[in-house]
């Protein structure tokens, strides 16, 4: 069974700091490249850090060098700490597998605020 619930999100100023949660199934997480994608209002979903079961990681430049994402594969848990938040972090933030997969099921993600 497919489980993905997100936790940690909030309303932070600018500048500030948020850790984001993942609970993943172990289907859903062991042996998998896993990342956080995030939405914002009128904007695709884009992904901005994936890391292997190795724990290599790769980030999109706008979040490069303020957001770390880690795993811990003995819990089926993946985290994201986010600093130096900007207001255009504002979003719905998701955690699933890099490629998602054919059953494309989503968990209802946690919304981050960024006020400036």
């Known amino acids: 069974q497919v489980q993905l619930v997100e936790s940690g999100g909030g309303l932070v100023q600018a500048g500030g700091s948020l850790r984001l949660s993942c609970a993943a199934s172990?289907?859903?997480?062991?042996?998998?490249?896993m990342g956080w994608y995030r939405q914002a209002p009128g904007k695709w979903r884009e992904l901005v850090a994936v890391i292997s079961t190795d724990g290599s990681t790769n980030y999109a430049d706008s979040v490069k060098d303020r957001f770390t994402i880690s795993r811990d594969n003995a819990q089926n848990t993946m985290y994201l700490q986010m600093n130096s938040l900007k207001p255009e972090d504002t979003a719905v933030y998701y955690c699933?597998?890099?490629?998602?997969?054919?059953?494309?099921?989503w968990g209802q993600g946690t919304q981050v605020t960024v006020s400036s």
């Open positions: 699933n597998a890099v490629p998602v997969g054919v059953e494309n099921y």
């Open positions: 172990g289907s859903t997480f062991r042996g998998k490249t």
